[in-house]
């Protein structure tokens, strides 16, 4: 079967209507584009977990598909969402491994990794950059970091997810 728009839109209709075999069929079909969709984003050897997880997501989330709506772009914002989940458990194990390997160890590689963070941060906007540095890299909280800045705390969150999907795009473009 092809997992063409048409094909993927009637069967998760057909699936929300109660259809087992539709479903089965969506599941078998949405295997292969996200099989497809993530092999060349991920480690081989993290492709099938990473399909089954946005395959979980997909099932937990099948009843906000609106069927006037396009089914592919639906599962691809899943399949993104799910992608950053897996990028940023990937940066947090590295960075784990690399307090790690400090003690006590040369520390030209930590320098290279903050250089290499730092050039990235810097092709945000300052307050994206800004809010992703005191959330993300120095584990503050929302509200210090909007205390520390100026910002809303409202404002705060959208910086860093603005700054997070320009990173995630910078990073899947290369």
Known sequence: MRADEATLARLMRMSQGGDK????????ACQR??????S?????SALD???????????TKRASWDATRPFLP?????????WV?????????AEHELNEE?????????????ISLDRLLGLLPPAQERA?????????SIAEASEMTGQSESLVKVNIHRGLKKLAAMIEKE
């Open 21 to 28: 075999q539709a479903y089965a069929t969506l599941l078998e």
């Open 33 to 38: 584009w996200l099989r497809n969709y993530y």
């Open 40 to 44: 060349g984003r991920i480690a081989p």
């Open 49 to 59: 977990d990473l399909v089954q997880e946005t395959l979980i997501a997909l099932h």
């Open 74 to 82: 639906w599962l691809a914002a899943i399949a993104r969402y799910r």
């Open 85 to 93: 989940d897996h990028l940023r458990r990937l940066y947090r194990a």
């Open 102 to 114: 400090l003690v006590g160890a040369d520390d030209e590689p930590a320098v290279a990794a903050r």
């Open 132 to 140: 992703i540095a005191l959330v993300k890299i120095e584990g503050l």
